[in-house]
């Protein structure tokens, strides 16, 4: 027998599914609709402990979880520009950065500009410096000339732009004269 904890029979309303993708932010979140039997199932992978099944919804209609999956920022991966009535699968992407924290000003200059854009941000403390920013494949380290802490900074804001973060950054003059 599965386990029931994880099962939601019947047509369940969801509210607010906007709500819902905001709660379970993360790395990388799939759904599929299984049209033999009606079912739908939510698999989060935050990249670090592999991935897991969140969510199990059973007897609904694809019109249901098509729509649940639209409201929480799911994309149709058949076309990621336009929603196909058919499609099962929707997915999402949130991006990861990972910054190795050597307890220096700068190092903490990026986390704290990470937390202001909205990143997802895994602060690993080290202690042999220098700092230094994973992001995919891509390293960032003051051991290059170019990667300076506010470079790499710059380069984040760039990020949250094309990552098309909820609170990318305006510019701070921008958010000083909204504060005052």
């Given at each position: ?16 599914p906007t709500f819902f ?96 854009l909205n990143m997802e ?60």
């Amino acid at each position: 027998m599965s386990n029931l904890s994880n099962v939601i029979v019947g047509g369940p309303v969801v509210f607010n599914p906007t709500f819902f993708g905001e709660v379970l932010r993360g790395s990388c979140f799939y759904m599929h609709y299984d049209q033999k039997s009606q079912s739908a199932k939510l698999f989060h992978n935050n990249g670090e402990s592999g991935g897991r099944d969140i969510l199990t919804i059973k007897n609904v209609s694809h019109e249901s979880v098509a729509k649940l999956a639209k409201g929480m920022g799911l994309k149709s991966d058949r076309d990621r520009d336009r929603e196909s009535d058919s499609c099962c699968f929707w997915s999402i992407s949130i991006p990861i950065i990972h910054l190795y924290h050597d307890g220096s000003e700068d190092a903490e200059k990026i986390r704290l500009e990470a937390c202001r854009l909205n990143m997802e941000c895994r602060v690993v403390p080290i202690n042999g410096g220098p700092w230094h920013l994973n992001s995919g494949i891509h390293r960032y380290s003051p051991d290059s000339p170019f990667w300076s802490a506010d470079n790499v900074i710059k380069e984040m804001r760039n990020w949250a732009k094309m990552w098309n973060l909820k609170s990318y950054l305006k510019e701070p003059s921008e958010t000083a004269q909204a504060t005052a």
